[in-house]
């Protein structure tokens, strides 16, 4: 499952007038990023910043002066977000604000069916809340000292590592991939599930040599994780 958790900063609340001037973006795969991302700040063509905006997100008129305008990154941002859920603090605001861009370039909208607001699911976990991004750091132990100012790329980080929590939390298990090992005597196949771990698990003592060997190789491609192989099916005959 493809995720992009996303966040943008605009020159005020009105997307019917204001224009977006940063977005930020993390992909997550089965809930474990990738370390690919987005960021871009983008030209307003003359909107200016309010100065209420500006005291939130520190960005000036100034610092956007020969930045792409949303016509020249739309492609990329399309090509980043296609085919994933998109996760956002407070989504419908940010949702609302792509969706303006995209009707000034003759873009479809995205459909709000895409979008999974983390503000709606802090309410709902935590009724009594607050449930702002800084205030959900501060309920699971997250870092965020370096957010004096809000930031697209930033706040993306932060709200991948709450995301986490809202739906369950570090110890529950993800899964990264499948993995399928040749090995025994018979030239057998078995399928072995790579899963990701708050905690490490000893491995099965039924593994065969070449899938303890498989998980080994593993061990080194995904570096200090924490992992471990689970059979999924019997040996079957090739």
């Given amino acids: 499952m493809r ?28 809930r474990f990023p990738t370390g690919r991302t987005f960021h871009k700040y983008i030209n307003p063509q003359g909107r200016q910043v309010h100065p209420e905006a500006q005291a939130v997100h520190g960005i000036s008129n100034a610092d956007l002066e020969g930045k792409p305008t949303f016509a020249e990154i739309i492609d990329d941002f399309i090509d980043f977000i296609d085919g994933a859920k998109l996760v956002a603090h407070n989504g419908t605001f940010d949702l609302g604000f792509i969706n303006a861009e995209f009707a000034r370039l003759d873009q479809a909208a995205i459909e709000a069916e ?9 309410r709902r976990k935590h009724p009594m809340g607050p449930n702002s991004l800084d205030a959900l750091c501060r309920r699971y132990g997250i870092d965020n000292s370096r957010r004096t100012k809000h930031g697209a790329l930033l706040d993306s980080e932060l709200l991948a590592e709450v995301y986490i929590e809202l739906i369950g939390g570090k110890q529950s298990a993800l899964v990264l991939d499948s993995f399928s090992s040749s090995g025994g005597n018979g030239g057998s196949t078995r399928q072995i599930e790579i899963v ?43």
Avoid: Q
């Fill in 3 to 30: 995720e992009i958790i996303f966040d943008t900063e605009t020159t005020g609340l009105d997307n019917r007038e204001d224009r977006v001037i940063e977005i930020g973006g993390i992909e997550m795969v089965n």
């Fill in 114 to 122: 895409r979008l999974i607001d983390t503000l709606a699911l802090a």
């Fill in 196 to 238: 990701i771990a708050a905690r490490p698990e000893p491995l099965p003592t039924r593994l065969s040599e070449a899938e303890l060997a498989a998980h080994e190789k593993l061990v080194g491609t995904l570096g200090e994780k924490a992992i471990w192989a689970k059979l999924l099916s019997p040996a079957e005959p090739n």
